[in-house]
């Protein structure tokens, strides 16, 4: 079953700005993850929070977690062309990871 | 290179056509895992494994197989395929036995059910 929902579904940027999506949950979770994925290959791992943190920073990363509204968001500071990427959350419990649809960004040079 | 790799990349088949679907990972990680990702829905996990002759279903089983022999190998098998099995594929493992760290991906496999 799908668990977590990003919002919104595509965004577009200029270069420089900053991206925010966010992610809601329906369960219980041990963390929740951010991934991205390129135009169909793989997911890389981004980040990762543990259900005991609020928030966490990676580089131009930063990552909030609420679980008493069951929600995450993802920012990207000062974004580059390189960042265009669908992110997708994911959340982890008891030995799963269920993933959201993902929100496709585009970054305009 | 550390890396989880997945043979083959790409496969058209037909329907009743049993096939496999290789992953192997050079990273000695215990967790495998095995997910479908189809347009809107994100990923969907299919089965897990947290070790040797240890695999237990995801959220989406029906239709696949999976068997973990040796630790760094776990095929999906699909005994008679359909097209609503027409997917992209991923592998993936992790350092915790129980999966709850990060994971890493394959490359994917993009399979067409005819």
């Known amino acids: 079953s799908q668990q977590g929902e990003e919002d919104p579904q595509a965004l577009s940027i200029q270069e420089g700005e900053n991206a925010t999506m966010n992610c809601s949950y329906k369960?219980?979770?041990?963390?929740l993850q951010w991934y991205r994925q390129n135009s169909g290959r793989g997911l890389v791992h981004l980040i990762l929070?543990?259900?005991?943190?609020r928030e966490k920073h990676s580089g131009r990363l930063r990552v909030t977690l609420d679980t008493s509204k069951k929600s995450s968001s993802l920012l990207i500071t000062a974004s580059r062309a390189a960042d265009t990427a669908s992110y997708f959350c994911?959340?982890?419990?008891?030995?799963?990871?269920?993933f959201g649809a993902g929100t496709t960004v585009t970054v305009r040079a | 290179e550390a890396q989880v790799t997945q043979n083959p990349r790409y496969l058209i088949t037909v329907t009743g056509k049993k096939l496999t679907v290789t992953c192997s990972q050079n990273m000695n990680h215990e967790y495998m895992s095995w997910y479908r990702q189809d347009p809107g829905l994100g990923l969907r996990q299919i089965y897990y494994s947290m070790n040797v002759e240890v695999t237990d279903k995801g959220d989406v089983p029906e239709g696949y197989k999976v068997s973990r022999k040796e630790k760094r190998n776990f095929p999906l098998i699909l005994e008679s395929p359909s097209p609503n099995q027409t997917s992209l594929y991923f592998c993936?493992?992790?350092?915790?036995?129980?999966?709850?760290?990060?994971?890493?991906f394959g490359p994917g496999t993009r399979l067409t059910v005819l």
């Open positions: 993936a493992s992790s350092t915790s036995r129980t999966g709850v760290n990060e994971q890493f």
């Open positions: 929070i543990r259900s005991n943190e």
């Open positions: 994911a959340t982890f419990y008891y030995y799963k990871l269920s």
């Open positions: 369960t219980s979770i041990n963390n």
